[in-house]
């Protein structure tokens, strides 16, 4: 008798379950809208909203329910989804979910080529504010935290004296390589020695020098002293090849690190708001539907972990390395025979190789730095007989051409909210595997955001006049060591020419009609008008590649 009490009877339930199937299939239908999220199709996403779903395509969505995880109802409307995740059969490696500790990961800081060893330089990375000098002692350079201890006054102010060593300006305090106060003028020599004690130290970050890049570990714990010999920075043998060519650049920008890296791994974007700027190669068996030819680009995520993630695209692979290095091997099309076809290289003649390598920063909330290079083992000549600084005009304009899209874009992304990125934005294409690999990335190990620990409690900072927003000469010239000697240069020419116009029409204005011929005073006035329009035109040149460029893309 318990045991009827306890056990329904088996028609009973199978009655009921009939009732429960038939009661869901009339309520399901009467909202048009599957009743388990299914695999579809931006189509079969438009048509299943207005068109009653037969029984069958239920039963078929039930069935497929452990297979796929594509929609997800929000409250913001009655019938609203997430965009297909084009990373959602990528292969994850990490069985439990360890944040990512920014501060225990090496940052690159600048190329040294663009360092003067003669003065200190001041930097902001992940929001530490350092001091980078060599130190002539013991041939290195050193990376400081940027505040004296005395009085906090910034040491990148400051000058290496004749000993080497890092000496604050405000009050002459001075820093060995180590770290160590080695001298106060204000302590009395027969006092107590008061530059020994551990408060007069500056923290001293570990540093080293890989690839021609400065890096440093953010964190002087002194179990972090040896970290070089436990774990080093990326390291790409093609950038000490003496084969290849490497020229870097450097460039500080208005958004913030996760808009730049979304950007670099975005290639889709390219011929559109690069038009005219980078080549687009055209897809083969596509019609070209719009004026700058973009096509479907088939992206796959190998592997994504909380180290970064590998990705493949028409058989070639690049990869991003956490926190903040991407690049991307790229293999120059063949040379074509004049029957038509490719020439097989020859088995003496070394592959042609070039490597899209990026750096990528993060500085504060809304700035971030970009060091990049491309390394390649062919046409080098090129590079021994233009200056590197012609390359960076070019450059420059192409980080321009999207510069005022992705500052943007970031305070819309910052108004919805970061953890709410996938929701915000509509990501349906492989083209877009990356973008979403990362969003992916930052969410699970970082809780979709950097961590910069208590040093930054604002929001962005606010959008200024945009010629500010754009403005080279802080974001670049003053950091490229030979963009800063051809800004001089061109500056220096420009007033060369004006002073050589004024010379001539007061040659002309200050002797006599019968001294100078006719022919005489004609060359100088000519040579003075061509000199002033050559210094107006200079001057144009100089605002517009040094300065500001605006890019217009409604007028291209």
């Not at 003065?119 to 050193?142: L, Q, Y």
Request: glycine residues 4%; aromatic residues 12%; charged residues 20%.
């Amino acid at each position: 008798m318990d045991k009827c009490k306890n056990e329904m009877p088996f028609s009973v339930l199978t009655s009921t379950r009939k009732k429960m199937e038939a009661l869901k299939g009339s309520f399901m239908s009467s909202l048009k809208i599957p009743s388990t999220p299914a695999r579809l199709h931006k189509t079969q996403f438009l048509n299943f909203q207005f068109c009653s779903i037969p029984t069958s395509f239920l039963k078929s969505i039930q069935r497929d329910t452990s297979r796929s995880k594509l929609f997800t109802t929000l409250s913001s409307s009655p019938v609203s989804t997430e965009p297909i995740d084009p990373t959602d059969s990528l292969p994850e490696t990490d069985t439990q979910e360890e944040k990512f500790d920014w501060f225990s990961q090496w940052y690159p800081v600048m190329p040294v080529c663009d360092l003067d060893k003669r003065v200190p330089h001041a930097k902001r990375v992940i929001g530490f504010d350092v001091v980078v000098w060599w130190d002539r002692n013991e041939s290195s350079w050193k990376v400081f935290d940027d505040a004296c201890p005395h009085r906090l006054a910034p040491l990148s102010e400051g000058r290496i004296d004749q000993w080497g060593r890092l000496q604050c300006v405000y009050h002459g305090w001075c820093f060995n390589g180590s770290g160590d106060c080695k001298f106060i003028p204000q302590a009395p020599p027969d006092g107590p020695p008061v530059h020994t004690f551990k408060k007069a130290c500056v923290a001293a970050y570990p540093s080293t020098v890989q690839n021609g890049i400065l890096w440093f570990w953010p964190n002087t714990n002194p179990e972090y002293k040896d970290i070089l010999s436990k774990k080093k920075p990326p390291y790409f043998p093609e950038l000490d090849d003496p084969s290849y060519v490497k020229p870097m650049a450097n460039r500080e920008f208005p958004f913030g690190y996760e808009i730049l890296i979304e950007n670099l791994v975005d290639p889709s974007h390219v011929p559109y708001a690069h038009f005219k700027l980078l080549p687009n190669p055209q897809s083969k068996n596509r019609d070209k539907l719009d004026r700058e030819g973009g096509a479907p680009i088939d992206i796959s995520i190998e592997k994504l972990d909380k180290n970064g993630f590998q990705a493949t695209r028409n058989g070639g692979n690049s990869k991003f390395m956490a926190p903040c290095t991407y690049y991307s091997a790229v293999s120059p099309p063949t040379s074509v025979s004049s029957s038509g076809n490719s020439k097989e290289p020859s088995s003496n003649v070394p592959q042609r190789k070039v490597l899209l390598i990026f750096y990528c920063i993060p500085v504060s909330p809304g700035k971030s730095r970009l060091i990049f290079t491309f390394p390649r083992n062919f046409g080098v000549w090129i590079d021994k007989i233009i200056p590197r600084w012609v390359f960076h005009l070019g450059q420059n304009l192409v980080l321009d051409s999207d510069l005022y899209l992705l500052h943007i874009e970031e305070h819309k992304i910052m108004e919805v909210g970061p953890s709410n990125w996938q929701k915000a934005c509509f990501v349906p294409t492989k083209s877009d595997a990356q973008v979403v690999a990362f969003r992916k990335w930052l969410k699970k190990y970082s809780d979709c955001q950097i961590n910069w620990g208590e040093k930054f409690s604002g929001g962005l900072p606010p959008t200024p006049p945009k010629e500010q927003l754009m403005d080279r000469y802080w974001s670049h010239v003053v950091n490229c060591s030979s963009c800063r000697v051809a800004y001089k240069g061109l500056n220096a020419l420009e007033v060369v020419l004006q002073v050589m116009a004024i010379v001539s029409i007061g040659i002309v204005a200050a002797t006599k009609q019968n001294v100078l011929s006719a022919v005489t005073r004609t060359a100088l006035v000519l040579m003075a008008v061509l000199c002033f329009a050559a210094s107006r035109w200079l001057a144009h040149f100089i605002y517009k590649n040094f300065h500001f460029h605006d890019y217009n893309h409604a007028l291209l």
